[in-house]
């Protein structure tokens, strides 16, 4: 109305759209119907999500003979249907929601609301209040408040509002903390429940994983070092005693070259360690024959009376014919037949393996 004053003309009225998705503005006519410029006034038939974003309003009017232009812009934003609740809600926290706290921490508390869009009063607000004063009206500055927009549907806002709680203390739990929503159709508060965490002992937790690494390791390393005499233990108290099940009278019997140094260690030494300190029953011909027996026959039932047969190999060990091969023939063939093939057999000085019986190389 004050250019149509100042104008020697009638003014023209143009109107441009600059929809949100895109930067180029058009110009009226549009190409929808549902909304046309009539006389000076843009008029909107059915509003559309389309039709949101900045208008603007281009006047053309003639002064003093110079063509001058006014521009003047405004932003149309769409709302939903004046229909159905518009009473603001509290999403979170729930009725039965529970919030866990640890003390000495800084505790966070969230509350999100529902604000629906009132048409003329449009005012909306969302807060929290401490024993029934806000945060700003607390003397604790322990206590802080963050707002924030999570989402605005066509009016419709859903906002967020953070309870900080620096140096949560145990009497905190005692509090009355409220969240509130409100806006000119309504009001609505819910409680915060709050409960102690139960903290795990990490002190003592970490203490006894790091034990638990260091004894598993130590075992470890003992294994590997004193495997054989862990297996030798276990079978000393765990193993099956065989001798309370079949029929022997022996646990070993030795074979060996006689007229040798290897005879002379395993009276000695041999015997000795495998009788007076394993405790093992132990046969050797020359010592357990009775004198009168015939050689073969007594071998034969030394050996079919033994558990094992210990072979001390030696350069002289499988001559033809010797006591020492008659020995081996007979545990071997004797031990086959029953299934259980027990032969020991201990190195007493280097022997190449080409020099073998066939009976050893076997």
């Given at each position: ?94 009725k039965d929601k529970v919030f ?59 906002e967020e509002s953070v309870l ?199």
């Amino acid at each position: 109305q004050d250019i149509a004053t100042m104008s020697e003309t009638t003014p023209t009225v143009s109107w441009f759209h600059k929809p949100l998705e895109t930067s180029k503005c058009q110009k009226h006519p549009f190409w929808h119907r549902t909304r046309e410029q009539r006389n000076n006034s843009l008029m909107f038939y059915n509003m559309l999500e389309s039709f949101q974003g900045l208008y603007f309003c281009v006047i053309r009017y003639q002064r003093r003979g110079q063509v001058l232009s006014f521009t003047q812009s405004i932003n149309i934003s769409a709302i939903y249907p004046l229909l159905g609740s518009k009473v603001p809600s509290i999403l979170q926290p729930t009725k039965d929601k529970v919030f866990s706290v640890r003390t000495d921490s800084e505790v966070s508390l969230v509350c999100r609301g529902l604000l629906p869009f009132v048409l003329g009063n449009s005012a909306s607000s969302i807060w929290w209040t401490v024993d029934g004063k806000t945060v700003e009206q607390l003397a604790n500055n322990r206590f802080s408040q963050k707002n924030s927009v999570v989402n605005n549907d066509y009016g419709d806002r859903t906002e967020e509002s953070v309870l900080l709680i620096q140096d949560f203390q145990a009497e905190d739990l005692n509090r009355e903390l409220n969240c509130s929503v409100r806006n000119s159709l309504g009001f609505m508060t819910r409680r915060a429940q709050l409960e102690k965490e139960v903290s795990l002992p990490s002190v003592e937790l970490g203490c006894g994983l790091g034990v638990i690494l260091v004894l598993m390791l130590l075992l470890f390393v003992v294994y590997h070092v004193f495997w054989l005499e862990l297996l030798l233990i276990y079978r000393s108290w765990f193993g099956t005693d065989e001798r309370h099940t079949d029929d022997k009278e022996y646990d070993v019997y030795i074979s060996y070259a006689r007229n040798s140094e290897e005879e002379q260690f395993v009276l000695s030494t041999l015997r000795s360690v495998l009788e007076n300190e394993l405790g093992y029953s132990v046969c050797i011909f020359d010592r357990d024959s009775l004198p009168g027996g015939t050689i073969t026959d007594e071998t034969l039932s030394f050996v079919a009376r033994s558990r094992c047969l210990l072979v001390v190999i030696s350069p002289g060990y499988g001559s033809q014919g010797s006591q020492a091969l008659l020995e081996l023939k007979a545990g071997i063939d004797g031990m086959a037949l029953g299934g259980h093939l027990r032969v020991i057999l201990i190195q007493y000085k280097p022997v190449q393996r080409q020099r073998w019986v066939r009976e050893l190389r076997r």
